[in-house]
């Protein structure tokens, strides 16, 4: 069955610094998300992107947080100079359809910044 | 203000009853409700989707109704097994995102 895919599963990363989350979805999918869960927390939206652009984003999405799909399989978020409250799991989802459609999630990336 | 509430206490079911979760949100007209399971360090796995024209959806043991009236949905496990032990999170969309509830953890004891 098909599945979401995060790479690293935990990234370590001083104050300041940028990093990258990457992501493969669901390879017919054409809806791509990005989700936040800082730990005991809830899931959080951060951006909804389509078609190569942002189609929703939160309050949380700053211009620190940056969204790419650089190819036909990849969908990125960059961090641009990461703080302590960065630290959370990020959780990336894709669906075929919007409003509405199954959204599947990847098994997400750790982010611990010191 | 909007606010979506599930139980933040965890919930202990003896196996082989029936587990209700609760689901409130105030403020919020959704179109429709998603309950989704997360296990520890996992990401969320889509359960079942209810939309604000039905009443009640069911798949397996699984069983969610939706009275947008009460602005509530309830989400049933029958026949619990100590493998349906997760946290239980409810999501409703709004404003073309995802908003979610803290989740209710469930324990399905032996």
């Known amino acids: 069955e098909p599945e979401v895919t995060q790479t690293p599963s935990h990234q370590v990363t001083q104050m300041g610094q940028e990093v990258i989350l990457r992501c493969v979805p669901i390879s017919n999918h054409l809806y791509f998300y990005w989700y936040r869960q800082i730990l005991g927390q809830k899931v959080e939206f951060l951006v909804s992107?389509?078609?190569?652009?942002?189609?929703?984003k939160s309050e949380i999405f700053d211009d620190q947080f940056s969204v790419e799909r650089p190819d036909g399989s990849n969908f990125t978020l960059k961090i641009r100079s990461t703080k302590l409250e960065d630290s959370a799991m990020y959780f990336c989802?894709?669906?075929?359809?919007?409003?509405?459609?199954?959204?599947?999630f990847g098994p997400g990336t750790r982010l611990t910044v010191l | 203000s909007q606010k979506i509430e599930q139980n933040s206490e965890a919930l202990n079911i003896q196996e082989g009853k029936t587990a209700t979760l609760t689901c409130n949100y105030t403020?919020?007209?959704?179109?429709?409700l998603q309950w989704y399971r997360q296990d520890p360090g996992r990401g969320p796995v889509f359960l079942l989707l209810i939309r604000e024209n039905e009443k009640e959806k069911r798949k397996e043991r699984l069983k969610v109704t939706f009275d947008t009236t009460l602005k509530q949905s309830l989400f049933h496990i029958t026949a619990s097994q100590p493998a349906d032990s997760a946290t239980y999170l409810c999501?409703?969309?709004?404003?073309?995102?995802?908003?979610w509830g803290a989740g209710t953890k469930l324990i399905i004891k032996p």
């Open positions: 992107f389509y078609n190569n652009e942002i189609s929703e």
């Open positions: 403020n919020y007209s959704p179109a429709y």
């Open positions: 989802a894709s669906s075929l359809l919007a409003k509405g459609d199954t959204q599947y």
């Open positions: 999501a409703l969309y709004s404003n073309y995102q995802l908003i």
